[in-house]
């Protein structure tokens, strides 16, 4: 993990426990809410231990404090008060702690400080609690009559002496492996280097004396170092290397990597321990197996182990078990096999769905009771949108010929029966059907014929669905597909769903107005362009940039000076897009109207900008006129649209007119 992610980690783990604190006295320790945020806390908690054998979190001041960094995460300080009162220093979090271990960790930091003191503390209740995966340390103040180290003038001087004195030497790491792990790591560098390649082993020496002489926290600190730096591996290699088999087994099982297997297999795996390892493993084991390890955990260390010291990645399993690889290519079924069988299936498909048709118009034929003529009615019109799905356009139109048929001339004596087959017929052509029929002419066009003919015998009500399909289509142009089923009857249609579309619509509907420039198209627009709501007019004015018609330039002139902005400024934008000709002449007409250097500044410098994209050929010499302004006394803006002008006519003359 990155130290990034090490950090969200961190605040995450403790803003859940802070928020858990709060929820656990609202709510008892059974209810799913703190539970959720002990899960949450949990969740962060394993994706930082993947990297990290341990979460150790010092109980500061004004909050939490990480690897000498304070914890902002909210609640934080709430948190760490309430450990103070409890007299906690510290709290570290191994592998393996679970949702009930953390709910019961801050339930007992809930409770009364007193009452866990009389209790032998907060260690004692937690192990009372069965919680083993949080540890915490209590403040311990003592007075420590340490003997001061001397460094004096020369540092090089110093470090030697400090080399070649374990006492010393072992007093320099019990403050060192007390703070950051960074400067602990530069310290034993500059060891390294102030007694030089003649003075290692005394130096190596020193340190497995001293590394003996430190608490199982100071250890744990050298031990941690050593994985984690590898500048002072070699060297911490030499120091462990002369370290007992015995003694070095005691001080791994007997500090934090002893808690927990899962650390004990990343250290055994990763501290420069050379060929010891296994002799370690079996000193380890015994140990671990009286501090109440089980067998299967032993189990699991050395398959952790096993898996650690892997060099080269597992092999596929197809290749452990060849029988799986049998029974692969037994299962294997080639394209030609799967096409066949869909082929199968379709033709099935089909013949069925033509039998139930079959069958239920025969049935419609036959039937003497009105309510049950008007169930099998139903049934036949709500198999259309499915054939239309289905891409049985055949079948779909003999179902639409036959109830239009039957509405048409019906020897029935039912008076009610003439509506309830239009009202078949318009659940048989309803939004469903009109979304599959536009799908299916997307991904194949050659079913257009058909569909050409299936929406001329439906009438005005599909065709309306199925122009409300289209309009929401927006992952390819439904429109244009509209137009080539529906023809010049779309225009009609357009114009009768304008007043009523709603604004996201209103692009696309107006390009295809603007496109045709009829008067009655034209007067469509203009109702458009008279809409109280700025977004319509501001859609309106993107659907005219894809319109190259004299009409198209006209309406986006009205635009441009719409009382609003931000749809002024829009239109302008459009104008730049726009592929009819005149485009250019009309922004450089509206520039000239407006108070370019005064008020207007925004507006004429959209201008500009929509001239330096613009596609008109005139625009070269809009800009180069604008460029070429004179005046007498230069005020406002004046000197900066001249500026800009210039800038875009060269942009324009550098990548030629578009």
């Known amino acids: ?380 019109a709500s198999m259309v949108p499915a054939l239309f799905e289905m891409r049985d356009f055949r079948l779909a139109d003999q179902v639409l010929s036959e109830l239009a048929s039957r509405e048409a001339r019906t020897d029935q004596p039912w008076p009610e029966l003439t509506e309830k087959l239009r009202g078949a017929i318009r659940k048989a052509t309803g939004p469903r059907s009109m979304s599959a029929l536009l799908h299916a002419l997307s991904d194949d066009p050659s079913l257009m014929p058909a569909a050409r003919d299936t929406l001329r015998r439906t009438g005005a009500p599909a065709q309306t669905a199925f122009l409300h399909e289209a309009l929401n289509v927006r992952d390819s142009d439904g429109l244009a597909i509209a137009g080539d089923a529906l023809g010049r009857r779309l225009l009609d249609l357009l114009v009768a769903e304008a007043p009523h579309a709603q604004w996201f619509n209103l692009a696309p509907i107006v390009q295809r107005l603007a496109t045709e420039g009829d008067p009655r198209s034209s007067q469509t627009v203009d109702a458009i362009l008279r809409r109280p709501d700025e977004q319509s007019r501001q859609e309106a004015a993107k659907g005219l940039a894809g319109a190259g018609t004299a009409m198209a330039v006209r309406q986006l002139a009205s635009l441009t000076r719409d009382p609003s902005p931000e749809v002024a400024l829009v239109a302008i934008r459009a104008a730049g897009r726009s592929v009819a000709p005149g485009s250019a002449s009309m922004l450089g007409a509206r520039f000239d109207e407006l108070d370019c250097d005064g008020k207007d500044f925004t507006a004429c410098r959209e201008i500009i900008n929509a001239l330096a994209r613009s596609a008109d050929p005139e625009a070269s010499d809009v800009l180069s006129r604008i460029a070429r302004r004179k005046a007498l006394i230069k005020r406002g803006h004046f000197a900066e649209i001249n500026d800009l002008a210039g800038q875009a006519l060269r942009a324009r003359n550098a990548g030629g007119d578009r």
């Open 1 to 380: 993990m990155s130290d990034e992610q090490v950090k969200r980690a961190v605040d995450t783990v403790v803003r859940s426990l802070a928020t858990s604190a709060k929820t656990l006295r609202l709510y008892p320790p059974s209810s799913p809410i703190p539970r959720q945020t002990a899960e949450a806390a949990l969740e962060a908690l394993n994706s930082f231990l993947v990297d990290e054998p341990v979460l150790t979190l010092t109980v500061a001041r004004e909050g939490f404090s990480f690897r000498n960094s304070a914890v902002n995460a909210p609640g934080s300080s709430e948190l760490a008060d309430m450990l103070t009162r409890h007299g906690v220093a510290e709290m570290s979090v191994l592998p393996g702690a679970g949702v009930d271990e953390l709910i019961s960790f801050v339930s007992a930091v809930l409770r009364d400080p007193l009452e866990v003191r009389e209790a032998g503390g907060m260690g004692a209740v937690l192990a009372a609690g069965g919680v083993e995966c949080v540890r915490v340390s209590d403040v311990s103040l003592t007075v420590a009559e340490l003997e001061p180290l001397d460094q004096g003038d020369d540092i090089d001087e110093f470090l030697r002496e400090l080399a070649s004195d374990p006492d010393k030497l072992a007093l320099w790491l019990a403050s060192a492996t007390s703070g950051d792990p960074a400067a602990l790591a530069e310290g034993l560098t500059e060891l390294a280097g102030a007694v030089g390649a003649e003075g290692m082993d005394r130096l190596m020496a020193s340190l497995s004396s001293a590394f003996l002489k430190q608490q199982p926290d100071g250890r744990d600190a050298l031990m941690g170092v050593s994985v984690k730096d590898t500048d002072i591996r070699s060297l911490m290699s030499g120091v462990f290397g002369s370290i007992g088999t015995q003694d070095m087994a005691q001080s791994l099982a007997g500090g934090m990597f002893g808690k927990n297997v899962l650390s004990m297999s990343n250290m055994l795996a990763k501290l420069p321990l050379g060929e010891r390892v296994s002799e370690i493993l079996a000193e380890v084991k015994p140990l671990l197996a009286s501090a109440g390890h089980t067998a299967r955990e032993m189990a699991f260390l050395d398959h952790m182990l096993e898996l650690r010291e892997k060099a080269e990645p597992e092999s596929p399993l197809v290749e452990q078990r060849p029988d799986y690889t049998k029974v692969a290519q037994i299962a294997e079924v080639r394209p030609e096999e799967v096409e066949k069988a869909r082929g199968e299936v379709q033709s099935s498909m089909t013949k069925m769905n033509t039998r139930s048709v079959t069958t239920m118009l025969q049935l419609l034929d036959q039937q003497e009771d009105f309510a049950l003529y008007c169930k099998t009615l139903d049934g036949l």
